[in-house]
């Protein structure tokens, strides 16, 4: 009997780490759509040049927008909005852009939004989570 639930913890222990969270990656690879980001959560290393590829899917203008650390849109993406924004780019319906930008350097999580006028509240809202590299 020791012996089978030594296995199924075994099993269990390998199964974990396998569907476990995925860590930090310097490539990130995401889809938008009218209105989503797939996927729309992200987990890079502090400070390090990250690789964006970007496939657009959708029929209207779209971006993606860092805020900077403890920043958030609220309801809506507005000018007030734009002073507090880490790094943005802009993609046209159909494109397909691999562009870099530089991760923060303060570990912690980042909102992600579309700034068009109600992509936010219509879902196009993610997460860029920074962690500390070992
Ligand atoms: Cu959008």
Redesign the pocket.
């Known amino acids: 009997m020791k012996k089978i639930l030594t296995f199924i913890v075994m099993i269990l222990a390998i199964l974990l780490t396998a569907c476990g969270k995925s860590g930090p990656s310097t490539k990130i690879s995401f889809t938008?759509t009218?209105?989503a980001f797939t996927p729309s959560e992200f987990t890079v290393p502090a400070r390090k040049e990250i690789t964006l590829h970007i496939t657009h899917d959708?029929t209207?203008?779209?971006?993606f927008i860092v805020m900077q650390y403890g920043m958030d849109a609220g309801e809506m993406f507005d000018k007030e909005d734009e002073a507090n924004t880490y790094w943005q780019i802009d993609v046209q319906p159909g494109e397909t852009k691999t562009i870099t930008f530089v991760a923060p350097e303060q570990p912690g999580m980042y909102q992600v939004i579309?700034g068009?006028v109600g992509?936010l509240q219509s879902g196009?809202v993610g997460k860029l989570i920074v962690t500390e590299q070992r």
């Open positions: 938008m009218d209105f959708g209207v203008e779209h971006n579309c068009m992509h196009m």
